[in-house]
């Protein structure tokens, strides 16, 4: 049996056509069912639940602490060698920050590691919270670090991510221009 040569190729483009359509409508298909991808923090704009913890020296702190003021929730890891750079970038910014009446709450990131290897002997070791494992969840559910959350004054998220992207650089620039008026100032 002898195939008629034409008839070959137009057998082959519509072979070739129903592939590229069938990838076509596979890929279209896959990126409308695509899952969302797990939540990094807080989601922005929704409030933190109330939530309760200790500080370094075992005193209790709670979000209502917290309330009334814009603050900077951060949480690092000492296994974390960008934590340590972030540890000390947070120094340098910590008096603007207190001049500009924004809190500061350095979070460890999980139970494994304890900060104070990065914190001891550092002014920020006065910022530290542990927080329990369930809240902690719900403020980083990835355990990600190093992170930040930026509540406003009635601890609604305003932006969060790994320390470093835009919004925490613009973070950094309003803090040196609050740290330059105030030695302007005096």
């Not at 137009?10 to 069912?33: E, G, K, P, Q």
């Not at 929730?73 to 920050?97: D, H, K, N, Q, Y």
């Not at 355990?143 to 930026?150: N, Q, W």
């Amino acid at each position: 049996m002898h195939i008629d040569e034409p008839l070959l190729y137009i057998v082959l483009l519509a072979l070739t056509l129903a592939t590229a359509l069938n990838l076509f409508l596979t890929l279209r298909v896959a990126a409308i069912v695509r899952p969302e991808p797990p939540l990094l923090t807080l989601p922005i704009g929704q409030a933190a639940a109330p939530f309760a913890g200790r500080s370094a020296d075992g005193r209790p702190i709670s979000s209502d602490d917290l309330s009334g003021q814009p603050a900077v929730l951060v949480f690092l890891s000492s296994a974390c060698p960008a934590c340590r750079e972030t540890a000390a970038e947070l120094i340098g910014l910590l008096p603007a920050m207190r001049d500009a009446g924004v809190g500061l709450w350095i979070i460890p990131a999980d139970a494994t590691y304890d900060l104070s290897v990065l914190l001891d002997g550092t002014p920020l070791a006065d910022h530290l919270v542990v927080l329990d494992a369930a809240t902690r969840g719900l403020l980083n559910p990835q355990t990600a670090v190093p992170l930040y959350i930026f509540l406003d004054d009635e601890l609604i998220a305003q932006a969060s991510n790994y320390v470093g992207d835009e919004n925490w650089q613009s973070f950094v620039e309003q803090m040196r221009d609050v740290a330059a008026g105030a030695k302007a100032a005096s």
